[in-house]
């Protein structure tokens, strides 16, 4: 599989990733086929978050890890931390936060917690989940010179935030930021319909965003693209939806081309960014990972991209 330099820098990791948001509750021996799956299609980052099923995705990764027969030092591990989980709107595996909380003390326990959890000694990266109005200073300040000199996190960075909220946290600490985790793919492209829009009053001309797809570029920031497949937050997924034909078609011509499933070309198109955007898979399903990670290898021309970005129903102004 292809390779993206996370930040552009000597940190390189698989163009797909393995997000384990799902695997709470999973029985160890098919959590471990997951595993095994995501490491013979070449994916070697894993994806986690403190709150994902309640600690649970993390402590049945634990188990598998040692069950799958792969070696932690092959693996990039990631989490993320700071939502107070609200057990009252959690359930069914869908996780919601109550508040946020970035303060030192509980960045540090939220770490400790992941890696006890999960049975490692150290995070690759360690991210700030979801932009906390409350948040000082001093606070992630110390907490990531802590974590990073205890050797506890090598690498730093934010899910979910815009330029300013980026800027405003680098400006703060010593650690460059090397990651963005924002859901982006070919119906969910507000980033990109924003910046062919300029200098226009249309509804796609509206900038939701603060140009961050653009931004991302200009500091080698990597953008992670959570839900691939996904129209909305949970609404569904677009992949053989009818509210979606003429992007299925689509999908299915060019996959029939490249002899792939529409899930490759899916990720394909995503990958074809010059962004050096990676991809975060949620599914826990082996052969829908090796088939959906089968797009790293697929280069699209540049009309076939435009071509899905139309059929997802955008236009050019």
Known sequence: MKTVKIGGTHFEASAVALGIMRMAGMDTADAAKTLQ???EAGINYIDSA??????????TFKEALKTSGISRDNLYIQSKGGIILDPKRSHDGLVFGARYDFSKQHIIDAVDGILQRMGIDYLDSFLLHRPDPLMEADDIADAFDTLQREGKV???GV???NPQQVEMVQSWISQRLLINQLQFNVVHSGMIKGGMHVNMIDDASIDHD?????YSRRKHMTIQAWSPFNYGLFAGM???DPKYPKLNKKLEEIGNKYGVSKNAIATAWILRHPAHVQVLLGTMNPE???????GADINLTKQEWYDLY????NDLP
């Open 288 to 294: 829908h990972i090796k088939d959906s990670a089968s």
């Open 159 to 161: 899910s979910n935030f």
């Open 310 to 313: 139309f059929a997802a129903g």
């Open 210 to 214: 603060g140009g961050i797809l653009e």
């Open 50 to 59: 403190d709150i994902y099923g309640e600690g649970g995705s993390e402590k």
């Open 238 to 240: 677009y992949i053989n």
């Open 37 to 39: 799956a995501a490491n």
């Open 154 to 156: 090598r690498h730093f």
